[in-house]
């Protein structure tokens, strides 16, 4: 089967900028995940979607991030307005159901100037 | 607050010698609990994963983990390390009443000579 898309692969944006990075999941996959990887740390949730449902966002700076899942398919977050400590890698996964071990894409590497 | 601890940052090895990253984890109730790997440039790949049975898992290439409830350990291992072992391997916990989310530790970078 397909893995996990996700685009773009790099961005390298200046502060105070917005961007947006997009996941289209494991056709069937009812769950989606966001995580953010900063550098030499363990991914960290951000947001959890069943199908386009929000099911945990605790952890989404919500001032600033936001995310969607319309039609509980593709996915995307976005940031506005960034600030240097967002630069990381942020990783999409989905899984057939609510339980880990599921698929990861390849992230986005987001550096903020 | 649920966290994971992996006690190695770095490990250094040459080919043939065992491996064992340790992973601790704080949560009283029920876990899953997972290995993963991230070769160089690549994403991030289930090694094995334990939802309940046999403490003992056995996972792709060779390797292995043990979960010790009295512990709160979830251990990985491998008899002979090759130097394709060379890349990042993070311990995820999922606890039983969170849904699909997985806790991770920080990642233990591990270096094998040839």
């Known amino acids: 089967e397909a893995g996990v898309a996700q685009s773009p692969r790099y961005k390298i944006i200046e502060k105070r900028q917005s961007v947006a990075f997009w996941c289209n999941p494991i056709?069937?996959?009812?769950?989606l995940y966001w995580y953010q990887q900063i550098l030499g740390q363990g991914p960290k949730l951000l947001i959890q979607?069943?199908?386009?449902?929000?099911?945990?966002d605790s952890q989404l700076p919500k001032d600033r991030f936001s995310a969607e899942r319309l039609k509980g398919v593709d996915s995307t977050l976005k940031i506005q307005p960034a600030k240097l400590e967002d630069s990381a890698v942020y990783l999409c996964?989905?899984?057939?159901?609510?339980?880990?071990?599921?698929?990861f894409g390849s992230g986005t590497r987001l550096t903020v100037v | 607050a649920q966290s994971v601890s992996q006690h190695n940052h770095h490990v250094i090895l040459s080919e043939a010698a065992s491996l064992e990253l340790g992973c601790n984890y704080s949560y009283g109730g029920t876990v899953n609990l997972f290995w993963y790997v991230q070769y160089p440039g690549q994403h991030l790949q289930l090694l094995l994963k334990y939802f309940s049975g046999d403490p003992l898992v056995k996972g792709i290439k060779g390797f292995e983990a043990e979960f010790i409830k009295s512990k709160f350990s979830f251990n990985l291992r491998k008899p002979s390390v090759q130097w394709s072992d060379t890349a990042e391997y993070f311990c995820a916990v999922n606890a039983g009443n969170q849904g699909g989310k997985l806790i991770f530790g920080q990642g233990t970078e591990l270096s094998v000579k040839p």
């Open positions: 056709s069937g996959h009812a769950t």
């Open positions: 979607f069943q199908n386009n449902g929000v099911v945990d």
């Open positions: 996964a989905s899984s057939r159901t609510g339980i880990g071990g599921y698929t």
